[in-house]
């Protein structure tokens, strides 16, 4: 295997924002080292990742098979640890936001990093956000970081640095503890399946200040139409609005609705399963089946941290 294709990837995160059971539900059982001492506690979960066939193999490769070292470290120890890679992944409680110490490690490290946006789940069940209130959010801990990454970027012996961008694809939303997670091309790909429009027109609208009016059947910058209707924003109602019903409709155990909402992305499931007594486990058997989490975190570590840019110019600060 090419070195190249070895990878350590420090898993950085702020106290019980979610990384420790991020990494558990990522490798499973195939951890393979844990180091101790009386101070600090490291893992380290080694596992291969295989590049689908659909994604060219970048020059300098000489195989689709990548050997990937997720780190899980205690937050005390970062700022040591994080010297032995440039790359990160960071995750981020979608409900407590970016913490000082989050801001500090990326200002500090100047590390490549793509981001994990944690516990979406507690925005439907336990905030219960309307889908703009959720976006705001959202968008507050994507600002916040590329505020950090710019102030990280500076003085001369700096990178430049990749903003984060859900558009391009190195940011993920989900849930760790119940094992689902998406990107927004995850999202773009399921409707051109359905609608049959292109992903890559689609998914700019996905994102940003993008509203759709059903009216005048046109996409428009502005939330508040000509004739003074409030518009919804692509995200709300093409990705939160639907996330938020499968997951209530589980949460409810109503099997009727449920069932409806899953034909729509072909899923099926079994009467045992919608039968499951407890909510918690029928909202992860229907998510894991929809949106599962290893699939979209490592192919985002792998694409946006391991393989070379297309276009170096592109997104860089």
Same mark, same amino acid.
Not at 87 to 101: F, K, P, R, T
């Given at each position: 295997?090419?070195?190249?294709?070895?990878?350590?990837?420090?898993?950085?995160?702020?106290?019980?924002?979610?990384?420790?059971?991020?990494?558990?539900?990522?490798?499973?059982?195939?951890t393979i080292k844990k180091e101790e001492d009386s101070d600090?506690?490291?893992?380290? @979960?080694?596992?291969? $990742?295989?590049?689908?066939?659909?994604?060219?193999?970048?020059? %300098?490769?000489?195989?689709r098979r990548f050997l990937l070292n997720l780190i899980d470290?205690?937050? /005390?120890?970062?700022?040591?640890?994080?010297?032995? @890679?440039?790359?990160?992944?960071?995750?981020?409680?979608?409900?407590?936001?970016?913490?000082?110490?989050?801001?500090?490690? +990326?200002?500090?490290?100047?590390?490549?990093?793509?981001?994990?946006?944690?516990?979406?789940?507690? =925005?439907?069940?336990?905030?219960?956000?309307?889908?703009?209130?959720? &976006?705001?959010? #959202?968008?507050?801990? /994507?600002?916040?970081?590329?505020?950090?990454?710019?102030? %990280?970027?500076?003085g001369s012996n700096s990178k430049q640095k990749r903003i984060?961008?859900?558009? /391009?694809?190195?940011? *993920?939303?989900?849930?760790?503890?119940?094992?689902? *997670?998406?990107?927004?091309?995850?999202? *773009?790909?399921? $409707?051109?399946?359905? !609608?049959?429009?292109?992903?890559?027109?689609? !998914?700019?609208?996905?994102?940003?200040?993008?509203?759709?009016?059903?009216?005048?059947?046109?996409?428009?910058?502005?939330? /508040? @139409?000509?004739? %003074?209707?409030?518009?919804?924003? %692509?995200?709300?109602?093409?990705?939160?609005?639907?996330?938020?019903?499968?997951?209530?409709?589980?949460?409810?155990?109503?099997?009727?609705?449920?069932?409806?909402?899953? &034909?729509?992305?072909?899923?099926? +499931?079994?009467?045992?399963?919608?039968?499951?007594?407890?909510?918690?486990? =029928?909202?992860?058997?229907?998510?894991?089946?929809?949106?599962?989490?290893?699939?979209?975190?490592?192919?985002?570590?792998?694409?946006? +941290?391991? +393989?070379?840019?297309?276009?170096?110019?592109?997104? #860089?600060?």
């Amino acid at each position: 295997m090419n070195n190249s294709n070895i990878q350590n990837i420090f898993v950085i995160a702020h106290t019980d924002h979610g990384k420790t059971t991020l990494v558990e539900s990522l490798v499973s059982n195939r951890t393979i080292k844990k180091e101790e001492d009386s101070d600090i506690t490291t893992m380290g @979960s080694l596992f291969h $990742y295989d590049l689908p066939d659909s994604v060219p193999l970048p020059l %300098g490769l000489d195989s689709r098979r990548f050997l990937l070292n997720l780190i899980d470290t205690p937050t /005390v120890d970062i700022g040591c640890r994080l010297k032995e @890679s440039d790359d990160a992944l960071v995750v981020v409680d979608v409900v407590e936001g970016v913490c000082v110490s989050g801001q500090a490690m +990326l200002q500090l490290e100047r590390i490549n990093s793509v981001l994990f946006i944690n516990k979406m789940d507690r =925005l439907i069940l336990e905030l219960q956000l309307d889908s703009e209130d959720a &976006y705001q959010t #959202i968008n507050r801990i /994507v600002e916040t970081i590329n505020v950090s990454i710019q102030l %990280g970027g500076n003085g001369s012996n700096s990178k430049q640095k990749r903003i984060i961008d859900p558009v /391009v694809g190195n940011v *993920a939303f989900g849930s760790g503890v119940q094992g689902w *997670a998406f990107t927004l091309e995850n999202w *773009a790909a399921l $409707y051109e399946t359905k !609608l049959g429009v292109p992903k890559e027109k689609l !998914l700019r609208r996905l994102w940003g200040n993008n509203f759709f009016d059903d009216v005048n059947k046109k996409w428009v910058s502005n939330r /508040v @139409s000509e004739d %003074g209707r409030t518009l919804k924003r %692509g995200f709300c109602f093409l990705i939160y609005e639907p996330l938020r019903d499968i997951i209530l409709a589980a949460n409810e155990k109503n099997s009727e609705k449920l069932t409806k909402q899953l &034909y729509y992305i072909n899923i099926n +499931l079994t009467n045992a399963e919608l039968e499951q007594t407890s909510r918690k486990e =029928l909202i992860c058997t229907v998510m894991k089946r929809f949106l599962l989490i290893n699939n979209c975190i490592i192919s985002m570590v792998v694409k946006h +941290l391991l +393989l070379p840019s297309p276009s170096p110019h592109n997104n #860089i600060i």
